[in-house]
């Protein structure tokens, strides 16, 4: 039997496929999360549009993030940081806005099924990983996988710290946005040994 292989799969689909893909898998955190709470009570009172908390602690958690990522990309081996060229799949010859609906999209249901429904459960440090998990492509890359962790880690606590999601979820949008942008651009790149052989350029973002 042949092990399976996420990358080997996504290959496998066009561009706006693998969007679509996207699109139908946030649908199901969202309605997995509303379910979840359902059940074991969400409060409205941390769902409140905070301006300040939300735009600097989103925005500065952001610009941290991008720097940190930009220095790993600076400093180690790129087969480090290489997670198939997916990311550059997701965003290559994306207009912005569709960038931003993207983003905002992927931002909004997966805090709101990691932090808003699963984190009140089981805790910050199981959430976490289970956040990392999620990205199954990255397992097999220890940089990637714990980075996930500890971005997830990080999102977590500043819920923790707030009380409300709208703060994890602009961090989040935020990060995703700006590292968008840069792969969308070119100018975040990872090249793999399949370079050599036609594989083309690939970029990682979170």
Do not use: C
């Amino acid at each position: 039997m042949k092990k399976w292989d996420q990358s080997a799969l996504i290959r496998q689909m066009s561009d706006k496929e693998l969007r679509i893909n996207i699109y139908v898998s946030q649908g199901v955190f969202l309605a997995a999360g509303t379910l979840i709470m359902l059940f074991s009570g969400f409060h409205l009172d941390r769902f409140r549009w905070d301006v300040f908390p939300i735009f600097v602690l989103g925005i500065g958690t952001a610009v941290a993030v991008v720097l940190v990522n930009l220095l790993l990309h600076l400093f180690l081996p790129e087969r480090m940081l290489d997670d198939g060229g997916i990311n550059k799949r997701i965003f290559r010859r994306v207009p912005v806005w569709h960038i931003a609906i993207l983003t905002a999209v992927i931002s909004f249901s997966e805090e709101w099924l990691f932090r808003g429904a699963i984190q009140p459960l089981v805790g910050l440090s199981l959430t976490s990983l289970l956040f990392a998990v999620l990205h199954v492509r990255y397992i097999k890359k220890p940089v990637l996988f714990i980075a996930a962790v500890l971005l997830s880690f990080l999102l977590g606590y500043l819920y923790e710290k707030t009380n409300n999601l709208i703060v994890p979820m602009a961090a989040h949008f935020f990060i995703d946005f700006l590292l968008g942008l840069l792969i969308s651009k070119g100018w975040l790149i990872v090249r793999d040994d399949r370079a050599e052989n036609g594989g083309g350029f690939f970029e990682e973002h979170e």
